[in-house]
């Protein structure tokens, strides 16, 4: 596994503790830092994206870059993440992808809509009830998936994803609009962990990528963190509840603003390959 943590330079207590955490979890393969890019030193930035956005695209495409000619599958883990030895079970998730056409698996997300946050926490209750174990999820055309927190990239797709992201750098979209639209357009076969093996850390609320924060943030970012592996060994008794809880809330907040309408990934938008 070839693995690679996103850091700037100036978030040095971000480094600090994603280390401490990378030391403590005993994982089989080292997670190396990449130094992150800052979007404002590139006059070429596209005046669509804020400059932490485009130095967020620049960053996870070096990594993809640098990973090519590895012959490795890559993992790549945002400085805000909280994460412990579950990361050792990547090599078994891997492995349950054997035989599939797989391109990505996201180790965690921002879910952004009622029926996939549904879906995701009935896969989760599914996987506490027989003994919990994470398993890939396939994510269907019509999910909607936002981030780059944590994810693998298949070793067979660095190429293909690379080429994705070249084509629609400069479309003014988020690198994680970007994917999840390749998602739904059918162009990237992608799963996701269930429970995710990643989830927000304490960080998570400072952005260095987007200025301000959604109104709908808390209750995102509850749901990452109920549908991790850490929170359902550590709440065994309260877990089911819990799972509710978080799903209910983040799904009565989007019907608040609105039942019909959908968070656009921007699908007919991106460049496809030709």
């Known amino acids: 596994m070839n693995a690679y943590y996103i850091n700037l330079d100036s978030a040095e207590q971000r480094r600090e503790l994603i280390e401490q955490q990378i030391s403590a979890a005993g994982l089989p393969f080292e997670i190396k830092r990449f130094p992150a890019v800052l979007g404002a030193n590139y006059a070429d930035s596209n005046p669509s994206l804020s400059n932490g956005q485009w130095g967020c695209w620049l960053s996870h495409m070096g990594c993809i870059e640098l990973a090519k000619s590895t012959h490795e599958h890559l993992l790549l883990i945002e400085d805000d993440e909280l994460f412990n030895h579950s990361l050792t079970l990547i090599d078994d998730l891997v492995q349950q992808l054997s035989g599939t056409d797989w391109d990505m698996l996201y180790l965690d997300a921002t879910i952004v809509e009622p029926e996939d946050q549904l879906h995701i926490a009935r896969a989760c209750k599914a996987q506490f009830l027989a003994g919990k174990k994470p398993t890939p999820l396939k994510l269907s055309l019509s999910a909607t998936v936002y981030g780059t927190h944590a994810y693998i990239i298949n070793q067979n797709s660095l190429s293909k994803i690379s080429k994705i992201l070249m084509k629609n750098a400069k479309s003014g979209i988020a690198i994680d609009n970007v994917l999840c639209a390749g998602i739904q357009e059918g162009l990237i076969s992608a799963y996701i962990s269930v429970p995710f093996l990643c989830a927000p850390g304490e ?36 877990y089911l509840k819990a799972l509710e809880k978080a799903t209910q809330e983040t799904i009565l907040q989007k019907i608040n603003l609105t039942a019909l309408e959908k968070f656009s990934p921007y699908v007919g938008k991106i460049q496809k390959l030709s």
Request: glycine share 8%.
């Open 203 to 238: 960080e998570s609320n400072n952005s260095q990528i987007n200025a301000g924060e959604h109104a709908f943030a808390k209750g995102w970012f509850g749901f990452r963190e109920v549908a991790t592996l850490e929170f359902m060994n550590s709440n065994e008794d309260r």
